[in-house]
């Protein structure tokens, strides 16, 4: 199991952008698929975007276009939330595994503890 934080959450006016980031105990590089899952009050859990071992992103269809999953080379992931609007508000999780096709899972893969995003006027 690794460790994984998030930070960068907030509060923002529909419109405005915020950068997430999740920061991994030790070197997941090339290790690990990564992704960000978020849920709202009454609602399940959603897949956001997901990211492969070798870099290669997979989006929702709500966020298509507006937001970016991207990873550097130690043991960090970033998402970058763009034209934020009100039903993005959430908190947000990181997600790792060692096979993409365990990422999302409950029992399986390493979460952080969440982080809220509020999107509001």
């Known amino acids: 199991q690794v460790q994984l934080v998030e930070s960068g959450g907030g509060w923002v006016h529909p419109g405005g952008s915020l950068r997430l980031s999740c920061a991994a105990s030790?070197?997941?590089?090339?290790?690990?698929?990564m992704g960000w899952y978020r849920q709202a009050p009454g609602k399940q859990r959603e897949l956001v975007a997901r990211?492969?071992?070798?870099?290669?992103p997979n989006y929702a269809d709500s966020v298509k276009g507006r937001f970016a999953i991207s990873r550097d080379n130690a043991n960090t992931m970033y998402l970058q939330m763009n034209s934020l609007k009100p039903e993005d508000t959430a908190v947000y999780y990181c997600?790792?595994?060692?096979?993409?096709?365990?990422?999302?899972?409950?029992?399986?893969?390493?979460w952080g503890q969440g982080i809220q995003v509020t999107v509001s006027s």
């Open positions: 990211i492969t071992r070798g870099g290669s």
């Open positions: 030790g070197n997941l590089f090339n290790t690990y698929a």
């Open positions: 997600n790792a595994a060692p096979n993409y096709l365990e990422l999302g899972s409950p029992t399986l893969g390493s």
